[in-house]
Nanobody, 124 residues
Framework: QVQLVESGGGLVQAGGSLRLSCAAS????????MAWFRQAPGKERVFVAG????????YYADSVKGRFTISRDNAKNTVYLQMNSLKPEDTAVYYC?????????????????WGQGTQVTVSS
C-alpha cells in the first residue's frame, strides 16, 4: 500500500501563488507516476498535472500550462505543485494521486492511490 498526504492549500487572492505538497509513504517503489487532480463543487474530478517518478517527465492540462509547475523530490518521496497567477476558477479541492502503470494518465480511474485532498480557494 501507498499512503499520500497533501498539504499547502488555503485562501489566496487572484494573481497570488500557492505551493501544494504530497508526501508518499509505504510501498513507494510501486509508484511509476504521480499527478494532481482537482474537483470543484458539483463538477467532475479533472487532471491538472502529472509527473513520472524516475524520469521526471511532466504533463499539464491546457488550463494551467504556463501557470502551474509540477516537480518531485525523490529523496523525500514528495511531489509539489507550484501554482502561480491563480484565478477564481482554480478554486477546488486538489487531490494527489499515484499509480503503478506505464505512464501518466489523464483519467482518475487509472490511479491506484489517493490523498485526502486539500482545499484551494481563490478570491476575486
Amino acid at each position: 500500500q501507498v499512503q499520500l498526504v497533501e498539504s499547502g492549500g488555503g485562501l489566496v487572492q487572484a494573481g497570488g501563488s500557492l505551493r501544494l505538497s504530497c508526501a508518499a509513504s509505504g510501498r513507494t517503489f510501486n509508484i511509476y507516476a504521480m499527478a494532481w487532480f482537482r474537483q470543484a463543487p458539483g463538477k467532475e474530478r479533472v487532471f491538472v498535472a502529472g509527473i513520472t517518478w524516475s524520469a521526471g517527465n511532466t504533463y499539464y492540462a491546457d488550463s494551467v500550462k504556463g501557470r502551474f509547475t509540477i516537480s518531485r523530490d525523490n529523496a523525500k518521496n514528495t511531489v509539489y505543485l507550484q501554482m502561480n497567477s491563480l484565478k477564481p476558477e482554480d478554486t477546488a479541492v486538489y487531490y494527489c494521486a499515484a499509480r503503478g502503470g506505464y505512464s501518466v494518465s489523464y483519467y482518475p480511474h487509472d490511479y491506484d492511490y489517493w490523498g485526502q485532498g486539500t482545499q484551494v480557494t481563490v478570491s476575486s
